[in-house]
T-cell receptor, first 119, second 113 residues
Framework: DAGITQSPRHKVTETGTPVTLRCHQT?????MYWYRQDPGHGLRLIHY???????DKGEVSDGYSVSRSKTEDFLLTLESATSSQTSVYFC??????????????????FGEGSRLTVL | QQQVKQSPQSLIVQKGGISIINCAYE??????FPWYQQFPGKGPALLIA?????SEKKEGRFTISFNKSAKQFSLHIMDSQPGDSATYFC????????????FGEGTQLTVNP
């Protein structure tokens, strides 16, 4: 296992409430990503991080914010959840400097996902 | 706007048959093309990957064929097994972008015994 833990794994919430998903890694890898997975869309990048306090937007960042105050934790926040944010959220890590751990510099290791339902 | 198009959406193959999944991309700056395999309830995992300096890469029963001029690449699974039943995603990235992968829509493969 790549040492990635997502929490919570399942959450049901109501429209308009704030939600925070947590990704925790034990690999000390520099790069972390949040993707969402929806039928017919594959996985789409929400936000990513190159290091502590260094984050940037992906292709579907509207309505989401992230924070990374420690190397091991990457938080995804929905300030006011909407039904369109019902999805499965995946965290991933990579370390372009570590060729021993990864078969390729472009390899991502994914967590097991967090299923969010917004009613 | 989907920069990586994948087909088919679903595929049913008999055990021992060949499974073929196709992808096309638009961004000529992409220089790394991985395939990920995902089982139900799990996150995707890297299966095999190719760079555009080669036209084919084989690892066991899995082969990527790459056509740079057509901006297309495909995954071939030889001697398909029921254990190969999963969702497959093609992806692409510029390696200098920090592994920000752009994924295809996914193909749900079912291999019947």
């Amino acid at each position: 296992d790549a040492g990635i833990t997502q929490s919570p794994r399942h959450k049901v919430t109501e429209t308009g409430t704030p939600v925070t998903l947590r990704c925790h890694q034990t690999e000390n890898h520099r790069y972390m990503y949040w993707y969402r997975q929806d039928p017919g869309h594959g996985l789409r990048l929400i936000h990513y991080s190159y290091g502590v306090k260094d984050t940037d937007k992906g292709e579907v960042s509207d309505g989401y914010s992230v924070s990374r105050s420690k190397t091991e934790d990457f938080l995804l926040t929905l300030e006011s959840a909407t039904s369109s944010q019902t999805s499965v959220y995946f965290c991933a890590i990579s370390d372009l400097s570590s060729l021993r751990r990864f078969r390729s510099p472009g390899e991502l290791f994914f967590g097991e996902g967090s299923r969010l339902t917004v009613l | 706007q989907q920069q990586v198009k994948q087909s088919p959406q679903s595929l049913i193959v008999q055990k021992g048959g060949i499974s073929i999944i196709n992808c096309a991309y638009e961004n000529t700056a992409f220089d790394y093309f991985p395939w990920y395999q995902q089982f139900p309830g799990k996150g995707p995992a890297l299966l095999i990957a190719i760079r555009p300096d080669v036209s084919e890469k084989k690892e066991g029963r899995f082969t990527i064929s790459f056509n740079k001029s057509a901006k297309q690449f495909s995954l071939h699974i030889m001697d398909s097994q029921p254990g190969d039943s999963a969702t497959y995603f093609c992806a692409a990235t510029e390696e200098t972008s920090g592994s920000r992968l752009t994924f295809g829509e996914g193909t749900q493969l079912t291999v019947n015994p």
